[in-house]
């Protein structure tokens, strides 16, 4: 015998059956009054409440995904040597940054920090100052 050709004995148990009149009398079983009571019952909707305390002014998105990466120039400065090149999948295998979804994500460099090492920077965001300073130091953004 297998799993499969088991039957049970009993036949299964039906649900009861609320708001029909009969034996349970005249509330069924919804107790009295109330939103739960009525016909339709139809509930509030939990959506709608989170919605409500966002701001809906023009031009404001919330978004709850991050698909970026930051990163500073300190912690450049540590895993990389002279002439390396950087670029996101090489950050992802020096584990400076990590996959998002599965998905190598696109990294933006900030100014936190010294840099030293002329290194080559391919695919990468740059506030203005980490421009700088990568330049200053002899370095490439192509």
Same mark, same amino acid.
């Given at each position: 015998?297998? %799993?499969?050709?088991?039957?049970?004995?009993? !036949?299964? =148990?039906?649900?009861?059956?609320?708001?029909?009149?009969?034996?349970?009398?005249? $509330?069924?079983?919804?107790? @009295?009054?109330?939103?739960?009571?009525?016909?339709?019952?139809?509930?509030?909707?939990?959506? #709608?409440?989170? %919605?409500?305390? $966002?701001?809906?002014?023009?031009?404001?998105?919330?978004?709850?995904? !991050?698909?970026?990466?930051? %990163?500073?120039?300190?912690? @450049?400065?540590?895993?990389?040597?002279?002439?390396?090149?950087?670029?996101?999948?090489?950050?992802?295998?020096? #584990?400076?940054?990590? &996959?998002? /979804?599965?998905?190598?994500? &696109?990294?933006?460099?900030?100014? &936190?920090?010294?840099? /030293? =090492?002329? %290194?080559?920077?391919?695919?990468?965001?740059?506030?203005?100052?980490? !421009?700088?300073?990568?330049?200053?130091?002899?370095?490439?953004?192509?």
């Amino acid at each position: 015998m297998q %799993l499969h050709q088991i039957k049970p004995i009993h !036949k299964p =148990k039906k649900p009861k059956r609320i708001g029909r009149g009969g034996k349970r009398g005249t $509330y069924c079983g919804r107790g @009295i009054k109330g939103q739960k009571a009525r016909a339709g019952r139809k509930l509030k909707p939990i959506v #709608r409440e989170v %919605l409500k305390k $966002y701001p809906k002014l023009r031009g404001y998105k919330f978004s709850a995904k !991050k698909d970026y990466a930051i %990163l500073n120039l300190r912690d @450049i400065e540590r895993k990389f040597k002279k002439g390396e090149k950087v670029s996101p999948e090489i950050l992802v295998k020096k #584990r400076l940054i990590r &996959k998002i /979804s599965g998905k190598i994500p &696109k990294v933006k460099i900030l100014a &936190k920090g010294k840099i /030293s =090492k002329p %290194l080559i920077f391919e695919n990468c965001f740059f506030s203005q100052k980490a !421009k700088e300073k990568i330049e200053k130091a002899g370095g490439k953004i192509l």
